[in-house]
């Protein structure tokens, strides 16, 4: 009899095991010669070498299932080992896709999928501060925050940095109960939304909880030095140009700074103080920096999102 150890180290040993060791259960059932015992993030094996030899290489698909995906479904587990005499297990065989940056939850690839998007992914590799300007509903925060996943994941940075202006699109929210996150929030949701597509909930939460993601109003960037960080500033048009002035000037080593804004929606009491296409046009030829500029074609949101902003657009014309 041999006996082994396999570490579950890659991914939460709580998304193999399952609800009430549902999944593990399921593992063992198609291992009966193999005394399987869970402890922690370790597996303890007992049997012949050649079932543990053989359990090895089928488990280690599951594991490399849960952690490109981001985790697995008891029904994936069942597939995975019924189809273990095949070349390659149901969910390891799809041709490779140069579009996609990476998988998030439930196995949904997070991709580049307009051709300015996939621009931005590219000029982001060649540039460390990107503006991404156009119309709501093209992508740019989305494909901002993927870039900055992305990069953690790699370890190109050891941080992530969002944040926005908090300023009411045109109206009085009034007093907000709770602490001063409570207040923000409002303000950071479609932050949230983004990551929360990307990332599990307890890994987000983890993140989160030791500031290895930061999200907070832009008023908080001053007099910070943001040293090996992918940070994006949203909703930028509600900046002024002293403010933008201020969130550039943190630039640190290793950083990459993503800039996004929409010039048609303002919220400023006083639209003129925008600073956003002013500073676009000072820094335009400046080597280093580039700006995209989304267009409707680019809108991934419901089909009729590009009609409205075209009628807007007659309209003001008018």
């Not at 930061?214 to 949203?234: C, E, H, K, S, W």
């Amino acid at each position: 009899m041999a006996e082994q150890i396999v570490y579950i180290d890659t991914v939460d040993p709580m998304d193999i095991y399952g609800v009430r060791n549902e999944k593990i259960d399921v593992i063992k059932k198609y291992f009966p010669k193999i005394k399987i015992i869970a402890r922690g993030n370790e597996l303890h094996l007992i049997g012949s070498q050649k079932e543990i030899d053989n359990f090895c290489r089928q488990f280690q698909k599951i594991l490399n299932h849960a952690q490109r995906y981001h985790g697995i479904s008891l029904q994936q587990v069942q597939d995975i080992l019924s189809n273990y005499e095949t070349n390659e297990c149901l969910y390891g065989s799809e041709n490779p896709n140069n579009d996609i940056l990476f998988y998030g939850n439930d196995g949904k690839p997070i991709k580049a999928r307009t051709t300015n998007q996939k621009k931005m992914v590219e000029l982001c590799v060649e540039n460390d501060l990107v503006f991404a300007i156009g119309p709501a509903g093209t992508g740019k925060t989305y494909t901002a925050v993927a870039l900055a996943v992305k990069a953690l994941k790699d370890k190109a940075v050891r941080r992530i940095i969002l944040c926005r202006p908090a300023v009411e699109a045109e109206e009085k929210l009034g007093f907000l109960p709770g602490d001063m996150r409570d207040k923000l929030n409002p303000y950071l949701q479609p932050l949230y939304d983004a990551l929360q597509d990307m990332l599990q909930p307890r890994k987000l939460q983890e993140y989160i909880d030791t500031n290895v993601i930061q999200i907070a109003p832009l008023a908080y960037m001053r007099g910070r030095t943001l040293n090996d960080a992918f940070v994006i500033l949203d909703e930028a048009q509600n900046a002024t140009l002293n403010q933008l002035k201020m969130f550039l000037t943190r630039m640190g080593e290793h950083a990459k700074f993503i800039v996004t804004g929409d010039v048609t929606q303002i919220d400023l009491p006083d639209k003129s103080r925008s600073g956003l296409s002013k500073t676009v046009a000072m820094l335009e030829k400046t080597k280093g920096i580039t700006t995209i500029n989304f267009n409707q074609k680019d809108i991934v949101r419901h089909r009729l999102v590009s009609t409205i902003i075209a009628a807007f657009e007659k309209e003001k014309n008018v």
